[in-house]
């Protein structure tokens, strides 16, 4: 079975600080994972994905991440957080050509 | 390319009435999701379509929820009649599918429809 857990519903941070969303997962299979991110009234936008590949992920707006296998982690980070970045982020699993979203993480960005 | 179209962006309608969201996905993309995520929420998966035949709609509330991907490219999800819960944001997405794909596997959201029931 599939499952993914993020392990903060919200995350708060001030504006040039690092980013840490967690982000741990139970598949059956080798998995595909990835992290999306939703802007109020906005649709989810694909942030990186790890497909087998590196285990060091990079993505867009200077977002990363890292498939730890024996830790069932895929954390998402960012070295200096922008107040563009606030938003929620959803880690999601893909196997057997379906998608598990986690609950979500609400990142706020203080100035 | 063009991504995923949705419309309409915002709906709002009484209980009991019927309501139907359209989606237009991405030119060549086999497969086909719908998601209800509901305030506060990750994203459920409603049904999902490959090609134009039904793979996975166990979690579709078939008593008042129907869905149809005819000719396999557009999709219509209807909701009749509708409740109180069934507020939330209807996300369409799509991918290519097929596992040997490169980005096979990848979800391209739409920006979503925004149900309000009263």
């Known amino acids: 079975a599939q499952s993914v857990t993020q392990l903060d519903s919200h995350v708060s941070v001030s504006e040039g600080t690092p980013v840490l969303l967690r982000c741990n997962y139970s598949?059956?299979?080798?998995?595909?994972l990835f992290w999306y991110v939703q802007h109020p009234n906005k649709g989810l936008q694909l942030l990186l994905k790890?497909?087998?590949?590196?285990?060091l992920v990079k993505g867009i707006n200077g977002f990363e991440a890292e498939f730890k296998k024996s830790e069932t982690s895929f954390h998402l980070t960012k070295p200096s957080a922008h107040m563009s970045d606030a938003a929620e982020y959803f880690c999601?699993?893909?196997?057997?050509?379906?998608?598990?979203f986690g609950s979500g993480t609400k990142l706020n960005v203080k100035p | 390319e063009a991504g995923v179209a949705q419309s309409p962006r915002y709906k709002i309608i009484e209980k009991r009435q019927s309501v139907a969201f359209w989606c237009n996905p991405i030119?060549?993309?086999?497969?086909l999701y719908w998601y209800q995520q509901i305030l506060g929420q990750g994203p459920k998966l409603l049904i999902q379509f490959q090609n134009n035949g039904v793979v996975d709609d166990s979690q579709l509330p078939k008593d008042r929820f129907s869905a149809e991907r005819l000719k396999g490219v557009d999709s219509t999800l209807k909701i009749q009649p509708a409740k109180l819960e069934d507020s939330a944001v209807y996300l369409c997405a799509s991918s290519l599918g097929g596992s040997t794909q490169a980005g096979a596997n990848v979800l391209t959201f739409g920006a979503g429809s925004r149900l309000t029931v009263l």
């Open positions: 030119s060549g993309h086999a497969t």
């Open positions: 598949s059956s299979y080798s998995p595909s």
């Open positions: 999601v699993v893909s196997a057997g050509g379906k998608f598990y």
């Open positions: 790890y497909t087998s590949a590196a285990t």
